[in-house]
């Protein structure tokens, strides 16, 4: 791949002079100068490192080289990580300390004086630090700290680790070349890692257009508050709706496609969101966040380094801004993504480009483990951190720029954090893993009983009521009071199936949901009215009490029924025609009919986690190392 990214290199710069052999053997040259070096040009916000583009700034897009009093300052950030030295700040102190080897560096924003390991130096420009990026004289960071060849002329900038053989006169053509890319189209392919740069070898120059055009919006459902999503995308969130898709499922399936990252022991342990260009967007535990084009082929990846896990979902907001969640399990440093300021952070809340590049990010003390991005009606990005055995909160995050609008913290030292998403009503009112608040971060009630856990939660038509599973095996019914009004077990024998998947609610009432035994359900609430109750939960001190009922005391008819699949329920979804499609944790994907029979069924041989309903009959399921497409044949 390699090879063909030179040919098409060469073939790109030399099409208005194909056939002039000098100007061929000038790009061969040019082309090992660009495989072997770091180069950037004044006042350009791009780069490119070892024949690769990227954007120097993650968190500033204009961050670029500028010329001061005649002398070029570079991003130290950028030009040192990316020839492995550790960058850390001091906020205190405003000291700046640098890590190459057996090599130490100090030197302070404002101050030209620079020591390395036990000389000083006097440097022509103090450090400066304009928008948050610390800026140093060029020579100074390349020759004197790393110990780099520099070639500059007209305001390009060459970094080697060897000695860069161009001359200003003799080689100028070269020079414009080199030159000519900074003012190029950029590249379709876009790859961030503060660490070390990686490239997937399937890349994709697929644009895309509004594959949802002759389909209706997206909507979240009429107990909703109407996030700022895109409506034009196809999936834009896995969460915070009624998980009813507006497309049509497939009735003979056949694979269309299946994509197989190349990074290294790559999994998918979280749900995509497709985006209105058919662009799937998904997170791995190794740290990547992957956009993949409609054919399940790479189109830019973004990479968070070694020790991070994005099991959050994300979402698309309505400027195309894509938000996740992410878990830092290594606060050492050995992620610069999640340090800033000399601290590191073990999570974060990143704003993501459509083209790859970093908006803003967020990061907090605690990690973000699988909570995921909703999206109130203003734009406010509500998010959860820490675990079921770590402290976390709910934070709200302005859209615009990542700062925080307010958090609210459970009982610290509780050891219990959020980790499924939140979900917003029309009124404002917001429910985050047992805890109820406003979406101002006003405190109003605590679930009293029946606790969720992984069960991401689902609200009523009329957004009164909160359904979601239980690790006790039943399914609740929670009032915005805290008070649940009723409760199903759906085993006998209370706690013998966990319910972790989330439920769904067709258009005429029928509750759908798995449990970890691997069974499928259909309940009627209106059959719970001549059911007899095999318990009163009774709350003394509220006067408060609610029904508990058994699954099996419960009507059976061709809108109540269950169905036993191979294991573990993981993901439940109902198409436009009401049909159900379930996966499992073996890697089995079913589709039944509203009346619970089998439609068909198909193996992917590995662990499913969830499934995303697109157009053209098309099901994109998360499973394991691969991302599968599965179509209508």
Not at 174 to 181: A, F, G, S
Not at 404 to 411: A, F, I, M, Q, Y
Not at 525 to 536: A, E, G, K, M, R
Request: aromatic share 10%.
């Amino acid at each position: 791949m390699a090879k063909l990214k030179r040919v098409l290199f060469i073939l790109m710069i030399s099409i208005t002079s194909l056939f002039n052999v000098q100007t061929v053997f000038a790009e061969v040259q040019v082309v090992d100068i660009m495989n072997n070096s770091l180069m950037l040009y004044v006042d350009s916000p791009r780069a490119f490192v070892n024949n690769v583009e990227k954007p120097i700034g993650i968190d500033n897009s204009q961050t670029a080289p500028v010329l001061v009093n005649g002398r070029t300052l570079v991003p130290l950030r950028f030009i040192a990580s990316n020839f492995g030295a550790d960058v850390t700040f001091d906020d205190a102190t405003r000291e700046i300390t640098i890590t190459k080897d057996q090599k130490t560096a100090k030197l302070t924003l404002g101050n030209n004086v620079m020591k390395v390991d036990s000389q000083s130096y006097t440097l022509d420009v103090a450090a400066e630090a304009p928008n948050g990026t610390t800026m140093l004289p060029l020579r100074a960071v390349a020759e004197t700290l790393l110990n780099k060849h520099i070639f500059w002329d007209r305001n390009l900038i060459v970094i080697s680790d060897q000695e860069i053989n161009l001359d200003p006169k003799m080689d100028k053509q070269k020079i414009d070349m080199l030159i000519n890319l900074f003012f190029m189209s950029p590249s379709p392919v876009v790859t961030i890692n503060p660490n070390k740069p990686t490239i997937d070898s399937s890349i994709s120059t697929n644009t895309g257009g509004i594959v949802t055009e002759g389909y209706s919006d997206f909507t979240q459902g009429s107990g909703y508050e109407k996030g700022a999503y895109d409506t034009k995308a196809v999936q834009p969130t896995r969460f915070n709706w009624n998980r009813l898709s507006r497309f049509q499922g497939p009735s003979d399936p056949q694979i269309k496609w299946t994509f197989h990252p190349k990074e290294a022991n790559e999994w998918f342990d979280s749900s995509p969101a497709i985006g209105r260009d058919g662009i799937i967007y998904q997170g791995s535990v190794m740290g990547r966040f992957y956009a993949i084009d409609p054919l399940g082929k790479t189109k830019w990846i973004v990479d968070l380094g070694s020790n991070v896990e994005i099991r959050s979902s994300p979402s698309i907001s309505g400027d195309g801004t894509i938000f996740f969640g992410a878990a830092n399990w290594d606060d050492s440093g050995s992620s610069s993504m999640f340090c800033e300021r000399g601290k590191c952070y073990a999570g974060g809340l990143f704003a993501v480009h459509p083209d790859g590049t970093m908006k803003w990010k967020r990061l907090f003390d605690e990690v973000v483990t699988n909570s995921s991005p909703s999206i109130a009606e203003d734009g406010t990005i509500i998010i959860g951190s820490g675990s079921y055995a770590q402290d976390g909160k709910i934070y709200a995050v302005n859209p615009s720029d990542g700062s925080v609008k307010w958090s609210w913290n459970r009982n610290p030292g509780n050891g219990e954090g959020f980790y499924t998403a939140a979900v917003i009503n029309s009124k404002g009112i917001m429910f985050d893993h047992n805890v109820i608040l406003d979406t101002q971060g006003n405190y109003r009630h605590l679930a009293m009983y029946a606790h969720t856990t992984f069960s991401n939660p689902l609200l009523s038509k009329d957004g009164n009521t909160i359904y979601y599973g239980t690790y006790t095996g039943s399914v609740v019914a929670m009032g915005l009071d805290g008070i649940p009004k009723w409760e199903i077990q759906l085993q006998r024998t209370n706690g013998s199936n966990r319910v972790s998947s989330n439920p769904v609610m067709s258009l005429d009432g029928i509750l759908y949901l798995g449990d970890e035994a691997g069974n499928i359900y259909a309940l009627n609430p209106d059959h719970l009215v001549n059911t007899p109750s095999n318990q009163f939960i009774d709350y003394s001190k509220n006067q408060e009490m609610y029904r508990v009922y058994n699954f099996s005391d419960l009507k059976v008819d061709e809108k109540s029924w269950t169905f036993p699949a191979a294991s573990w329920i993981r993901s439940l979804s109902v198409d436009s025609n009401g049909d159900i499609f379930a996966i499992t944790e073996s890697g089995e994907i079913l589709s039944l009919s509203k009346s619970g029979a089998l439609r068909w069924k198909m193996n992917l041989n590995t662990r499913n986690y969830d499934q995303v309903i697109g157009p053209e009959n098309t099901i994109y399921v998360s499973s394991g190392d691969q991302i599968v497409a599965i179509g209508q044949k």
